[in-house]
């Protein structure tokens, strides 16, 4: 019974001697050095080559590196569990980066850095509160509205089913999407890349804000429209955005993005779970599989989350 790390550009080495200090006796290949393809049964993946899940016949369970399973889930031969990996720091770690984002907006954090570049002494008006409104309100965006309740905003949720949340006004289903937009001042993204979020946030979508909006996309690059972004910042519909994710990474040097005054780029860091919670979360749904047990963060292949 073997374990493989497929995680090509990645410390696979590094992941296996946390997993080795868990469990001396596991048995672990990093890919592309799989010598015993036919005793894999459990790999642990992040944007895996193509194809190369079907070189394993006795593959049970597939664990993605990250809580985003999108690209894994057409990956995953028949019969195989696809489980992901949500740990308390990404969590925290996302709830910090939202909050962050929302606060360097509003006390307008690079502009007194430009001035401080220039010399400049000029104290800026600053906002307060405010509507905000999280979409998917799953481990993250629940995290997130548990990170704001007590700061003075008020919350809006949407998810895909109804969702009743302590200190939130929730919407669900695109029959409520417009009545979720109608009046945010920020705006935050934390949904799964699926085919019914893929491009989800187009000039129609923008259209629906209710009064300018403080976008931070941190769910999936395709779920972005840029250009329709654009247009959104230039038409006024948007006041600024926080961008995490993109359509391709890194971001190409050519992307009008990164020169825009009102988009603040971070280079797919939200959040990030640690080497050592890697490793407790993939020995414990390994021991899960071993046992028989049931198995932590299974992905529902009908919704593909
Ligand atoms: P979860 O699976 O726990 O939650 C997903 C949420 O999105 C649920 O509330 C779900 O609704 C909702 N949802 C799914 N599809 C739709 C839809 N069509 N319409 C409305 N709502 C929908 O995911 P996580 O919170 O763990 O993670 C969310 C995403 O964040 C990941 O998939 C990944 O893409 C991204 N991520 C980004 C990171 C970064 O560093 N930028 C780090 C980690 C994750 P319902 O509750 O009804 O099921
Ligand atoms: C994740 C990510 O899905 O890092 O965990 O984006």
């Not at 390994?286 to 047990?293: H, I």
């Amino acid at each position: 019974m073997s374990l493989a790390i497929i995680m090509p550009g990645r410390n696979g080495e590094g992941l296996a001697e946390r997993l080795k200090a868990l469990d001396g006796g596991l048995d672990i290949q990093i890919w592309p050095d799989i010598e015993r393809p036919e005793a894999v049964e459990f790999a642990l993946c992040w944007q895996p080559p193509q194809g190369v899940l079907g070189d394993f016949p006795a593959l049970k369970v597939v664990q993605s590196l990250g809580a985003g399973v999108d690209g894994l889930t057409e990956a995953i031969p028949l019969g195989v569990t696809l489980c992901r990996t949500v740990s308390p720091s990404l969590k925290t770690d996302m709830r910090d980066y939202v909050l962050l984002a929302i606060l360097a907006e509003q006390r307008q954090w690079d502009a007194m850095a430009a001035d401080q570049a220039q010399g400049h002494w000029q104290p800026r008006h600053y906002r307060r509160g405010g509507v905000v409104g999280i979409m998917g309100l799953g481990e993250l965006g629940q995290a997130v509205a548990a990170g704001l309740a007590g700061l003075g905003f008020q919350l809006k949720g949407w998810s895909r089913t109804l969702k009743r949340l302590p200190a939130m006004e929730t919407f669900h289903g695109p029959e409520q999407l417009e009545d979720f937009l109608a009046d945010l001042d920020y705006l935050i993204c934390l949904l799964p890349l699926t085919d019914q979020t893929r491009g989800l946030m187009d000039s129609g979508f923008f259209a629906k804000l209710g009064k300018p909006c403080y976008l931070i996309q941190a769910g999936r690059g395709p779920q972005l429209v840029e250009a329709d972004l654009r247009s959104a910042l230039d038409q006024g519909l948007l006041r600024g955005a926080c961008l995490d994710v993109f359509d391709v990474e890194p971001l190409p040097p050519s992307s009008p993005l990164w020169q825009h005054p009102r988009v603040r780029i971070t280079p797919h860091c939200a959040s990030v779970t640690s080497g050592k919670e890697l490793a407790k979360a993939v020995y414990h749904n390994y021991l899960a599989m071993c046992q028989g047990l049931a198995l932590d963060q299974v992905v529902d292949p009908e919704q593909g989350y």
